[in-house]
Structures are given as structure tokens and as C-alpha cells.
């Protein structure tokens, strides 16, 4: 089998078999929630997955409603499935500003087709988490926004990070996006169980994009050198 056809099938079969979630908290699976969802991923995975290689692994937090929450595929909006995947898509517009970002880099690092196939974006909860707020409104919400939340889903995201790593994914290093609580977070998790080599956190994209706009071009520099690096041995 081929590292995307592996892809198509983890995405297949996720279902999120964890703890029963805090009250106002849920989980979004858009590989069962929307048959359109799938088709991007199996389009995306045999254009660009489509070889026996390894990859490298970008860890994020956990996929965003408007990201891959809808078009099935990591840091990835619509607007950016269309212009950048080539993948057509008639539905709903969606603009995520991660995705933004990710994007400009991929392109600064040689294009989409050279960056993955050196690279596969995941998270170590797969699945998008929403939270109703005090207005009733849907919101992001990430796997360790509360101790409970994390509690719940920490046996899950074990068993994906397995599975992840199964598909073909080379070992020596990870790559996190986010240096505060995902980076910490996914140190204690291969403290704890050896998945990985090391593990070099990089600023998250919404950070950068909401934060550090003015400073972005060092930033997709700054991530290009450090994804270099991870081959050159």
C-alpha cells in the first residue's frame, strides 16, 4: 500500500471510542459527518501521498471547524483546497487563517507537491472539538483547554498517535505546532511513551497570523530551516 492509500484508510475507520466528553464539549468527524470531507482526503492523498516513502510528521492541536473540520484535510480551508490543492469544491467557503499561513510556507518550501512528500500534518487528536460558549455559538475549543477534556481523550489520542506513526511516518523527529501547551503537552506524551526521537516545536500559524503578522516572512523562514534540518543528516 502506499503512505496515502494508509492515510485513506486510518480516516476511514476513525471514530472518536474515548471517555464521554464534558458537558457543552463535542466532537466533529467530518469523514463520517460529510461524504464531501472524505472525497477531498482520498483526492489529496492519491495526488499527493501516492508513493511508498516516509514522511515526517507536523503535530497541531486538533483540527479547527473550518479547517479540516470541513474539507477533511490538516491547516487546509476551502480557499486554500481549491487555489493551492488544486481540488475542486462547491460547498460552503470557508477562511481559516492558519491555513493562510501554512500555505505561504509550503509554497516558500518548494511548492505543495515537494512538501508532501516529505511531510504529513496530523494532530494527536485527529478530530475537530467544538464548545458551545456562554452565547449559544459554537466555538474551536482544543484538547487541553480543561483537565477534564484532556482526561477523557488522553487513552484516544495514544491509540491515534500508534496508528499515526503506522501509516509510515519516520521517527526520529516530530514536528509541533505550538510552543506553550501543545509542545508540553506532546513532550510529557513521548516522555511517557518513546514515539519519537525529539520533538521541536515551532509558533503555531494563528499565533503568528494574529500576533506576529509583521514578522511572518522570518517565521515561514524560521519553519523551512527547521524542516531542512530534519534531513540533513
Known sequence: M??????????????YSGSALPNGIGVINPFIESTTAMDNLRVFAQRYLGDQKQRRIILG???SRLGAGVTGIPFTD????????KIPYNGKQTHEISSVFMYEMINAFGGVSDFYSQFYINSPFPLAITKINSEGKEINYNYYDSAALTKAVYPFI?????QLIDLGIATDTCFCLGTGQNAKFLKQLN?????FGKIIPLEHPRF???????SKSL???????ALNGAWQK
Open 2 to 15: 502506499t503512505f496515502g492509500e494508509h492515510v485513506i484508510r486510518f480516516h476511514e475507520q476513525l471514530i
Open 61 to 63: 492541536i486538533n483540527p
Open 78 to 85: 476551502t480557499k486554500r483546497l481549491v487555489s493551492e490543492c
Open 158 to 162: 495514544v491509540k491515534s498517535m500508534r
Open 191 to 195: 516522555d511517557d511513551h518513546g514515539f
Open 208 to 214: 503568528i497570523m494574529q500576533y506576529k503578522s509583521a
Open 219 to 225: 517565521y515561514i523562514e524560521k519553519y523551512i530551516q
